[in-house]
């Protein structure tokens, strides 16, 4: 257990537990070189503005409450590991890449305003929440590893990669979303504006579900792959099959208007 208070760490790897559970100004976490410096953190709060990390290769958080990154400067880009079922807050100013790939609790992610950030998810739920601010800002998420529903919301743009076999809950975003190399059988849920999904697994048949009841009439639901696809919700919004290759197709129409489908 170290005092963090205006201390400036060494390389190598470093264990911080703060049992009042916040860090004030002034307290600096800081490694030497920036290679291999490691810091595993127990803690509940970064309360007060002016403090600083710098030169960390990686922040590794083992602690299952709520962290608020929000006050934090941070002097490199860096990597915070989310280790158990975590809550954290205002990261994206702070950290190059949220990844909890070693989790499999809940985890809880709220990027600040207007950054974009990559996340890895652990196979636990996985919630994250990102909005722009002036200017467009991406959350690119990898969920390979996810083995329960991906609940995505804010006004930033969503990309999700790697092999994706589980439910999304797009239903909070107000932006695009992009859904890659789906796989097996899962349910998507549009938010109001523009989705596209691709599978990419020919080996399997592959059933996709899409939510649309959401998209607006002006917006466009997008369908490539050779899934069979049934799109409920009635769907008042664009529909685009230009890159989809095979299976069937079912769709529940809403109030199309002057929209084609």
């Given at each position: 257990?170290l005092?963090p208070?205006?201390t400036l760490?060494?390389n190598?790897i470093n264990?911080?537990?703060?049992?009042?559970?916040?860090?004030?100004?002034g307290?600096n976490f800081s490694?030497?070189n920036?290679?291999?410096?490691?810091?595993?953190?127990d803690?509940?709060?970064?309360?007060s503005?002016g403090?600083?990390?710098?030169k960390?290769?990686s922040?590794n958080l083992?602690?299952?409450?709520?962290?608020?990154?929000?006050?934090v400067?941070?002097?490199?880009?860096?990597q915070?590991?989310?280790l158990?079922?975590?809550?954290?807050?205002?990261?994206?100013s702070t950290?190059a890449?949220?990844?909890?790939s070693?989790?499999?609790?809940?985890?809880?992610?709220t990027?600040?305003?207007?950054?974009?950030?990559?996340v890895v998810?652990?196979?636990?739920a996985?919630t994250?929440?990102?909005n722009?601010?002036g200017t467009q800002s991406?959350?690119?998420?990898d969920?390979s590893?996810a083995n329960?529903l991906?609940?995505?919301n804010?006004?930033?743009?969503f990309?999700i990669?790697?092999?994706?076999?589980?439910?999304v809950?797009?239903?909070?975003?107000?932006?695009s979303?992009?859904?890659a190399?789906?796989?097996?059988?899962?349910?998507?849920?549009?938010g109001?504006?523009?989705?596209t999904i691709?599978?990419?697994e020919?080996?399997?048949a592959?059933?996709?579900?899409?939510?649309?009841g959401?998209l607006?009439?002006?917006k466009t639901?997008?369908?490539?792959g050779?899934?069979?696809v049934?799109i409920?919700?009635g769907?008042?919004?664009?529909?685009?099959?230009?890159?989809y290759?095979?299976?069937?197709?079912?769709?529940?129409?809403?109030?199309?208007?002057?929209?084609?489908?």
């Open positions: 257990t005092d208070t205006n760490i060494t190598g264990v911080f537990s703060a049992a009042a559970g916040t860090l004030s100004a307290d490694g030497g920036g290679t291999n410096d490691v810091f595993n953190v803690i509940t709060a970064l309360a503005p403090v600083t990390i710098g960390i290769e922040f083992s602690n299952t409450g709520t962290v608020d990154f929000t006050n400067t941070n002097t490199n880009a860096m915070l590991n989310i158990g079922a975590a809550t954290v807050t205002g990261v994206g950290f890449e949220v990844d909890a070693s989790s499999a609790a809940a985890v809880n992610i990027i600040a305003n207007g950054k974009s950030i990559d998810t652990g196979t636990g996985t994250v929440t990102a722009d601010s991406t959350v690119t998420i969920a590893l329960a991906l609940d995505i804010g006004s930033a743009d990309v990669n790697g092999t994706v076999d589980v439910g809950d797009a239903a909070g975003t107000s932006d979303v992009t859904i190399n789906t796989k097996g059988t899962l349910t998507v849920t549009a109001d504006s523009d989705l691709t599978d990419s020919t080996t399997i592959q059933t996709l579900t899409v939510d649309a959401a607006d009439d002006n639901l997008t369908i490539g050779d899934a069979n049934a409920t919700g769907l008042v919004g664009n529909l685009n099959l230009s890159t290759t095979g299976g069937s197709v079912s769709v529940a129409l809403g109030n199309v208007g002057d929209n084609a489908a």
